[in-house]
């Protein structure tokens, strides 16, 4: 059973233009992380989400926690090339120590 | 120097064969993690350990056998392989202090089993 379900699983788009990626789930989480994985390299954290309603800004990238803490959305103005990459979503949950991750969002932006 | 390594990065192994992947890290983190990663199927916790005396199942530990042989040191065996062993696999560190903490990966092992 996947917990995390993430959407659109691909998604492709031209330079300059804007997407929202969603990770979203059933369960209650502590907090959410965001990472995003290159080809050939291991996963890299892009922000944390702790407080439901919570918005955190990383240049471009705007991540959003649900109000009810079962949900996430990733926003990305004016894409460029170097946003390509698979971004995973993973939820801590409340009393557990383990993340679950989604099976992530592959996104290519095209020049 | 990256501060997970894995070794080795690929390895390409028969059926049955008994195969180690090796994790270190110079973070000084008491808590690492090994993770498979499949096509459709995202990232799944195979073993993690809190520390050197700690060692837990995941999700899918079914198969393999870890072993901690240092805090800086955190081993997966796959003891006789099978080809749906097949897949890329993952170690990861964290400090463990606060339910928010990063996860570090490193590299990844890209582990064909024929």
């Known amino acids: 059973t996947q917990l995390l379900e993430q959407s659109p699983q691909f998604l492709s788009i031209q330079e300059g233009e804007n997407l929202t990626v969603y990770c979203n789930s059933s369960s209650v989480f502590s907090s959410l992380q965001w990472y995003r994985q290159e080809p050939g390299e291991g996963p890299v954290l892009l922000v944390t989400v702790v407080t439901g309603g919570e918005v955190k800004k990383l240049k471009r990238l705007t991540f959003q926690f649900g109000d009810a803490r079962k949900d996430s959305s990733l926003h990305i103005t004016a894409a460029q090339p170097g946003d390509t990459g698979l971004y995973l979503c993973?939820?801590?949950?409340?009393?557990?120590?383990?993340?679950?991750f989604g099976k992530g969002n592959q996104v290519v932006v095209i020049p | 120097d990256a501060d997970v390594t894995q070794t080795p990065r690929n390895r390409i192994t028969k059926t049955g064969k008994r195969i180690m992947l090796e994790c270190s890290q110079t973070k000084g983190h008491d808590r690492m993690y090994w993770y498979r990663q499949d096509p459709g199927l995202g990232l799944r916790l195979i073993y993690y350990s809190f520390d050197v005396k700690d060692i837990n199942k995941g999700e899918i530990s079914d198969g393999y056998s870890v072993s901690r042989q240092a805090q800086a040191k955190f081993s997966l065996s796959l003891e006789s392989a099978i080809p749906n062993q097949t897949a890329l696999y993952f170690c990861a560190t964290s400090a463990g202090q606060f339910s928010t903490d990063t996860q570090y990966f490193g590299p990844g092992t890209r582990l064909t089993v024929l």
């Open positions: 993973a939820g801590l949950y409340y009393g557990n120590n383990r993340l679950a």
